[in-house]
């Protein structure tokens, strides 16, 4: 009886050690408990009571039993778990960028002996650009077809790229924004609240969009570019009513233009020199050709508004430049005037006494034999050759009953009559020549230059620059 009771006991701790690998087995796997233990032997399986009481069966043998089946239990408990499916990464919009956040791993055990993987929560977007894109219009884009391509809103890339006042330019580069949103230049004594409550979005909306870079504490830079996004703003009415409304915006198409090819080059009121100067061009200004004459574009500058550039200034395409309408819609050239020669001025308009007392009618101006002289206002030559008084000259007719005259040439004149001259044109040769049977008379080389307005000869210093 002892010995039976020894084996008993024996057989309980055995039972209790078999209970608590159940228990962490079960555990393990997420299933019910099959029983608890405690102190208490109420708790303890009627099998057991049965066998406690009677021992009809040896212990010893029900004991090896259960340690068999115990252990072929656990050999084939890694192969029924199973991994679980893993869902696909989902894609939030964030106010920072478009983060790829892995969806997290099942709590199941994927392997006997496999590591728990944590979510991936990096950004897929690492940059610092508010623009995802930029896109150079081709010959026929519309901005309409652009922004349905890169899955935007017209209103966003118009104001991404400042279209209020612009064209649409073949070649240009248009910024495709990431969000839907505007683009905000901070201007002097700018806050972060005061741009989000101008725009009508959340101050947020500005500080967690990671291209802008900027805290709610952070001191703005005059001139600064901030993406707003959420920010809507209407077109302007100008714009809608030039284009025709909003969907003449969004049929706006890109245009060839020409590229200004050096600096400095005028952009003038009329197709010529003698024209005022609008305004200077710098190299790689694009302009929109409207129409040609002679070899003169007339363009549009933008705000500069229209003018005229020579055409071997622009670099246009040829087959472009012919296509332009010929037009002679342009008021007439103003009056520009240049001085005709340049050496010493040796004798004023007006009475003088040397070499003897009489009214002088124009300016002597000396230099050496054979120095340039020039038409000092575009005109039609109306005499060239031999002239009473002057010896050899040229007279020419500015219109409006002005006429401008070049006395004592060195030899005869390198124009006609008949002929038009521009301001500047190179029209003989300073000389000494005179006609005493006219009343002329010359103590030197010079150029005596005359203007008369309807046959009354005045000071000609009144005129020229």
């Known amino acids: 009886m002892i010995r039976i009771k ?6 309980e701790q055995r039972v209790r050690q078999q209970q608590a690998a159940a228990q962490a087995r079960a555990a393990l796997t997420g299933q019910a408990l099959p029983y608890t233990t405690s102190k208490r032997t109420g708790n303890l399986p009627a099998s057991w009571m049965q066998i406690r009481g009677h021992l009809r069966v040896p212990i010893r043998l029900i004991s090896h039993m259960i340690v068999g089946l115990l252990a072929i239990a656990a050999i084939s408990t890694p192969h029924m778990l199973y991994r679980l499916p893993q869902p696909e990464a989902t894609q939030l919009i964030t106010p920072d960028a478009i983060v790829l956040v892995a969806a997290p791993q099942s709590s199941a055990l994927q392997s006997v002996g496999e590591p728990f993987a944590a979510p991936d929560l990096r950004p897929a977007i690492q940059d610092t650009d508010a623009f995802r894109d930029y896109y150079t219009l081709a010959e026929g884009d519309t901005l309409g077809a652009v922004a349905e391509r890169f899955g935007v809103g017209t209103d966003a890339l118009f104001w991404a790229n400042g279209l209020a006042d612009n064209l649409l330019l073949v070649g240009q580069e248009l910024r495709i924004p990431r969000v839907a949103g505007v683009p ?6 700018d806050t972060l609240a005061g741009i989000a409550t101008r725009l009508n979005v959340p101050l947020a909306a500005i500080t967690l969009f990671k291209p802008n870079q900027v805290t709610i504490d952070a001191d703005l830079v005059v001139g600064q570019e901030l993406f707003v996004p959420g920010a809507q703003l209407p077109y302007p009415r100008e714009t809608l009513e030039r284009l025709g409304g909003e969907a003449g915006i969004a049929a706006m198409r890109a245009v060839v233009t020409g590229s200004v090819q050096a600096d400095e080059t005028n952009l003038r009121e009329g197709p010529g020199r003698e024209y005022t100067r609008l305004a200077q061009l710098g190299a790689g200004a694009r302009l929109l050709p409207v129409a040609r004459h002679a070899d003169w574009v007339k363009v549009d500058a933008g705000e500069l508004g229209s003018g005229w550039v020579r055409m071997d200034l622009l670099a246009l395409p040829q087959p472009a430049f012919l296509t332009l309408a010929e037009t002679n819609d342009f008021p007439p050239p103003p009056p520009r005037w240049v001085w005709p020669t340049y050496g010493q001025l040796t004798s004023r308009f007006g009475w003088r006494t ?5 009214f002088h009618d124009g300016l002597d101006i000396a230099n050496r034999a054979g120095t340039p002289i020039r038409a000092a ?6 005499e060239a ?7 050899n000259c040229v007279k020419i007719n500015h219109g409006g009953g002005l006429i401008t005259i ?9 124009v006609s009559a008949g002929e038009y001259v521009e301001a500047g044109d190179a029209i003989g040769l300073m000389g000494s020549t005179y006609d005493r049977a006219g009343g002329g008379y010359s103590t030197g080389v010079h150029l005596h230059f005359t203007v008369k307005i309807d046959g009354k000869a005045v000071n000609p210093l009144k005129y020229l620059p």
């Open 406 to 414: 070049y006395g004592h040439m060195l030899k005869r004149p390198s």
């Open 354 to 358: 040397i070499p003897f007392r009489s």
């Open 385 to 391: 050759g031999w002239c009473s008084g002057f010896g």
């Open 377 to 382: 206002r575009a005109g039609r030559v109306i």
């Open 184 to 189: 905000y230049v901070v201007q002097p004594d």
């Open 6 to 11: 020894h084996w008993a006991m024996n057989a």
